[in-house]
C-alpha cells in the first residue's frame, strides 16, 4: 500500500487537495454550448460582469467564444484595470500603469492563446530578467535559462553552490508541477489520493512560507535578498508570503524570462475586449455597479449607480471582494461564517510609482530594462520601510522600457518607472480631503517621495537623471483607489498570506448561487498571470454549474 493512502491522509488535508483538483479541473472543464443551456430571457444577459479589468475582461472572452450573451461594466473610461496605459507630453510617451514583464509560458500563455491576444500583439523578450544593486550588490541574471541563472549565482556565491542548487530545483519544480496539476484531465479518487506522491513539492509548498525555504537555502543575507528579490512582486516579506506563490511565479520567470506587449498592457486588455465584442459581448465603459440584487438566494443581476437595472443568470465580480460583500450586498445574503472568514483577511500591499519620460535616449549607457536597486538586505525591514511609505529606506524597482524594445518610445527619447510597493496607511490620513477634492497636503507628500526616488535613480543608476526629464507623473495608493476603487489601493487583491493561498486560497464560486469572482481577489490570486487564470476557472466553475 502506498505511504500516501486515504488512511494515512488526514482528512482535512484530503478535502483540500480535493477542492483544489477540483478547482484545477475548472481550467479544463468543457463548456456548456448555448443552445444546450437555457437561454437569457429578452433583455438579460448570461453573466455580467462588474469591472472590466484584465481577470474579468478574461472571464468574459471566454463566455463570448462560446456564445454566450456576455455584458462587462466598467467605472473608468477604458477597459483593463491595472492592465492599461495612459499618455502624456501630448501623446509622444506612453505609461503602464502596473507592467513591466510577465513570464510567457505554461497556462497564462495557453489562456492568451485562447483569447487570441498572441493572434494580434507581439511580445518583445526581456534580455535580462533582472539586476540587484546596492548594498554591496551588483548581479545580474538572465531569463528563460534556469542553469544559466544558477551559475550566476554560484559564481556569486561560491561557497553557496548547494543552498542556490536548491533554490533553483524547489522554484523551477514547484513551477513544473503546478502547470502539470493543471494539464490534468479527468480526476480520479486514486489521482487525488496520490497527490503528495505525484507532486512531492506542492504537496511539500503547501505548509512552508518563503522564510521556510529561505532557512533551508542559507544564513547569507546579500544571497537570502537576492533570492526574495521578487517579493515586491507577491506583495509581502518572507515571513508571511506563500512559499507555494512565490515559488510558482518566480519558477516561472527563471523558466520563461520576461516578456512585455507592443502597446504596453492596454494592448492586452483591448485585444480582449474585441474578442467580446466581436463575438456578440459588451464591454460598457463609464459604468459603475452599485448593487448585486439577489432574489431567492441566487445572483439575477445588477444596478448601476445611475439607477439601471441590469439581470442576468449569473454575476461575475471582477472587483474588490471586501467591497462586494461590505457595500454590494444585502448583509444576510452570505452566511455569517464566511463573512467572518472575509474580515479576517486583509488587502494586500498597494504601491508608490513615478512614469518618466526622458528627451534622452540612455540605453547606451545603462544596459538594463529591470533593476532592482537595494537599499536594505533584509526583506523583513525592507518590508516594514514600504509599509510606512519610507522611500528613502525601501527597496525600489526601475524598469527601463526602451532597453526591452528602442520601439516603446519615439527615436531619442527613453520611457521609464520607478515603482514601490507602499502600504495604504500613511495615506489614509488623506482620503477624505483628496476624495473631496482638497489635495494640499497629499500634493506636497506625493511630490516629496516623488523628488527622493528619482534622487536615488539618479544616484544609483542613471547620472544626470533631473536634466533629462521631459515628462513626469507619480500615483500613490489613492491614486489606485480612485482608478480601481480597490479596498486600500490592493494591487494584488487579497494578501498571499499562508491562511489564504493554494489550498486555502478562497474560491471563485461564492456561498450565494449564481455570484463568482474572477479578480485578484480570488484563487489563485494577483499578478497577470494569476488574473488571467481567475477568468478561466470562474468560467470553469459557472460551467460546472450549468451542466
Not at 483544489?20 to 444546450?36: E, G, I, K, R
Request: hydrophobic letters at 40%.
Amino acid at each position: 500500500m502506498s505511504p500516501f493512502s486515504f488512511n494515512r491522509m488526514n482528512r482535512r488535508v484530503f478535502l483540500k487537495a480535493s477542492a483544489l483538483w477540483a478547482t484545477a479541473a475548472a481550467l479544463n472543464a468543457p463548456a456548456v454550448t448555448p443552445a444546450s443551456a437555457q437561454r437569457p430571457k429578452e433583455g438579460e444577459y448570461d453573466a455580467i460582469v462588474i469591472g472590466a479589468g484584465l481577470g474579468g475582461l478574461a472571464f468574459a472572452g471566454h463566455m463570448a467564444k462560446q456564445g454566450f450573451k456576455i455584458l462587462a461594466l466598467e467605472q473608468h473610461d477604458v477597459p483593463g484595470g491595472y492592465a492599461t496605459t495612459f499618455t502624456r507630453d501630448r501623446g509622444r510617451f506612453t505609461f503602464d500603469v502596473s507592467l513591466h514583464q510577465t513570464a510567457l509560458g505554461g497556462a497564462g500563455k495557453a489562456i492568451l492563446t485562447d483569447l487570441e491576444v498572441l493572434k494580434k500583439v507581439r511580445f518583445y523578450t526581456c534580455r535580462e530578467l533582472f539586476r540587484v544593486l546596492g548594498v554591496g550588490l551588483d548581479i545580474t541574471c538572465p531569463g528563460g535559462d534556469p542553469k544559466a541563472i544558477e551559475q550566476v549565482l554560484m559564481e556569486k556565491f561560491p561557497q553557496e553552490k548547494k543552498g542556490v542548487q536548491a533554490f533553483m530545483a524547489d522554484a523551477v519544480g514547484v513551477s513544473e508541477e503546478t502547470e502539470k496539476l493543471f494539464e490534468e484531465g479527468p480526476l480520479t479518487t486514486f489521482k487525488k489520493a496520490m497527490f503528495p506522491l505525484r507532486f512531492p513539492r506542492l504537496w511539500a509548498a503547501r505548509k512552508k512560507t518563503l522564510a521556510d525555504y529561505l532557512n533551508e537555502y542559507t544564513t547569507n543575507p546579500s544571497l537570502r535578498s537576492v533570492m526574495s528579490v521578487f517579493c515586491g512582486y507577491y506583495g509581502l516579506p518572507p515571513s508571511k508570503l506563500s512559499g507555494f506563490y512565490y515559488m510558482t511565479a518566480t519558477g516561472g520567470y527563471f523558466r520563461y524570462g520576461g516578456s512585455y506587449p507592443s502597446g504596453g498592457s492596454q494592448a492586452i486588455s483591448n485585444a480582449i475586449s474585441e474578442l467580446i465584442e466581436s463575438k456578440g459581448g459588451e464591454v460598457r465603459l463609464g459604468t459603475r455597479v452599485a448593487q448585486t440584487l439577489i432574489k431567492d438566494g441566487r445572483a439575477v443581476g445588477v444596478k448601476t449607480s445611475g439607477g439601471e437595472t441590469l439581470t442576468a443568470k449569473a454575476v461575475v465580480a471582477n472587483c474588490s471582494i471586501l467591497k462586494l460583500f461590505s457595500d454590494m450586498l444585502p448583509e444576510a445574503a452570505a452566511p455569517a461564517d464566511y463573512r467572518r472568514r472575509l474580515h479576517a483577511l486583509k488587502p494586500s500591499i498597494s504601491s508608490f510609482q513615478v512614469w518618466l519620460g526622458l528627451s534622452k535616449d540612455i540605453t547606451g549607457a545603462v544596459k538594463d530594462s529591470h533593476v532592482f536597486l537595494q537599499a536594505e538586505l533584509d526583506p523583513e525591514r525592507a518590508h516594514q520601510h514600504c509599509l510606512e511609505a519610507q522611500a528613502d529606506k525601501s527597496n525600489i524597482g526601475v524598469c527601463i522600457y526602451n532597453n526591452i524594445s528602442k520601439e516603446l518610445s519615439p527615436p531619442g527619447t527613453t520611457t521609464l518607472s520607478i515603482t514601490f510597493i507602499c502600504g495604504y496607511e500613511p495615506w489614509k490620513k488623506f482620503e477624505q480631503d483628496y476624495f473631496a477634492g482638497k489635495k494640499t497636503e497629499y500634493h506636497a507628500k506625493k511630490k516629496a517621495i516623488t523628488e527622493i526616488l528619482i534622487r536615488r535613480v539618479e544616484e544609483q543608476l542613471i547620472p544626470g537623471l533631473r536634466s533629462m526629464i521631459a515628462a513626469q507623473e507619480s500615483a500613490t495608493p489613492l491614486t489606485n483607489v480612485r482608478y480601481t476603487l480597490n479596498t486600500a489601493g490592493a494591487i494584488y487583491g487579497l494578501e498571499q498570506s499562508m491562511d489564504n493561498s493554494f489550498m486555502t486560497r478562497i474560491s471563485n464560486r461564492t456561498p450565494i448561487k449564481g455570484l463568482y469572482l474572477s479578480s485578484a481577489w480570488g484563487d489563485p490570486g494577483g499578478g497577470y498571470t494569476g488574473v488571467l487564470i481567475a477568468g478561466k476557472r470562474a468560467f470553469g466553475l459557472l460551467m460546472e454549474d450549468w451542466t
